[in-house]
């Protein structure tokens, strides 16, 4: 399985940036995809996941902000990101897991490498 992250890159505040995902080696539309991120110096945490059923769920902090979504005919998902702020700065990954549950750190057991997004103030 392979999982390829990008679209990051450094922006200023109130800014937008879609970030993609593209995966390979794997059944795609069984798989619930997510987003974790991790600043510096802080472990990685949950951004957005969307299930094989495409339902979706948001950490509350970007919530208005952020949206995932995926295209199981381009084995795609993304994550839109408005409204960037400061604390948004972190590496962002790209995961896949098969389990019933898609919030979590511990439902996913693919990754991909993170993809930086570094917002100025």
């Known amino acids: 399985v392979q999982l390829q992250a990008s679209g990051g890159g450094l922006v200023q505040a109130g800014d937008s940036l879609r970030l993609s995902c593209a995966a390979s080696g794997l059944t795609f539309r069984n798989y619930n995809m997510g987003w974790f991120r991790q600043a510096p110096g802080k472990g990685r945490e949950f951004v957005a996941g969307?299930?094989?059923?495409?339902?979706?769920k948001r950490v509350d902090s970007v919530k208005g902000r952020f949206t995932i979504s995926r295209d199981d005919a381009k084995n795609m998902v993304y994550l839109q990101m408005n409204n960037l702020k400061p604390e948004d700065t972190a590496a962002y990954y790209c995961?896949?897991?098969?389990?019933?549950?898609?919030?979590?750190?511990?439902?996913?057991?693919?990754w991909g490498k993170g993809t930086l997004v570094t917002v100025s103030s």
């Open positions: 995961a896949a897991g098969d389990l019933r549950t898609f919030g979590n750190l511990r439902d996913y057991d693919h």
């Open positions: 969307i299930s094989r059923n495409h339902s979706s």
